[in-house]
């Protein structure tokens, strides 16, 4: 199985920071990675797609990047309404394994 | 508009069987490859199982030769058939279109005598 390592596991960040999660494939995925924002009693809901393009409708303020085994998701200017847990997501390989996700809050 | 509703969740016994649904609107099940991801009380995302437009099936290792993954077209219609069921499969349970464009709102699935 593929194992996705992302990192903080959480975070905090003031209102208008940059805010950056890595995640790391163990093996070569090319581009085959999903990003997903989940908030509290609710379902994931995706962000971006192959690895840097972004789902219809979701603000520009998210992108990604990578490929290969490194992958990188940016929030360019943190808002209140970011406040959620992320998660990144294989889709090279079956099983489609996710990283551990990480917890972002606003300090 | 695509919707997933997800039903059939509750209290199981260890050793038991459930079956959950997922009924679908706004788009063919059979035309997709549909998938069923779960998420244990306070913990991350698991890939459970996939079924392909094809039919072909495939199951996480922790739930091989447990749980069954199936759907009925005329129903539209995509299923989970869980059987002996552990404390460990305790979670809520999402069925997810495609690769991840749409979630159901979930269905919590709790093992406990």
């Known amino acids: 199985d593929i194992q996705m390592t992302q990192s903080p596991s959480s975070l905090s960040a003031s209102v208008g920071d940059r805010v950056t999660i890595t995640c790391q494939a163990s093996q070569d995925i090319s581009n085959y990675l999903n990003w997903y924002q989940q908030k509290p009693g609710k379902a994931p809901k995706l962000l971006i797609y192959d690895a840097s393009n972004l789902e219809t409708g979701v603000p520009s303020r998210f992108s990604g990047s990578g490929s290969g085994t490194d992958f990188t998701f940016t929030i360019s200017s943190l808002q209140p309404e970011d406040i959620a847990t992320y998660y990144c997501?294989?889709?090279?390989?079956?099983?489609?394994?996710f990283g551990q996700g990480t917890k972002v809050e606003i300090k | 508009e695509v919707q997933l509703v997800e039903t059939g969740g509750g209290l199981i016994q260890p050793g038991g069987s459930l079956r959950l649904s997922c009924a679908a609107s706004g788009f063919t099940v059979s035309s997709n490859y549909m998938s069923w991801v779960r998420q244990a009380p306070g913990k991350g995302l698991e890939w459970v199982s996939v079924i392909y437009s094809g039919g072909s099936t495939y199951y996480a290792d922790s739930v091989k030769g447990r749980f069954t993954i199936s759907r009925d077209n005329s129903k539209n219609t995509l299923y989970l058939q869980m059987n002996s069921l552990r404390a460990e499969d305790t979670a809520v349970y999402y069925c997810?279109?495609?690769?991840?464009?749409?979630w159901g709102q979930g269905t919590l699935v709790t093992v406990s005598s």
């Open positions: 997501q294989q889709y090279d390989n079956l099983p489609r394994t």
């Open positions: 997810v279109r495609g690769g991840g464009i749409d």
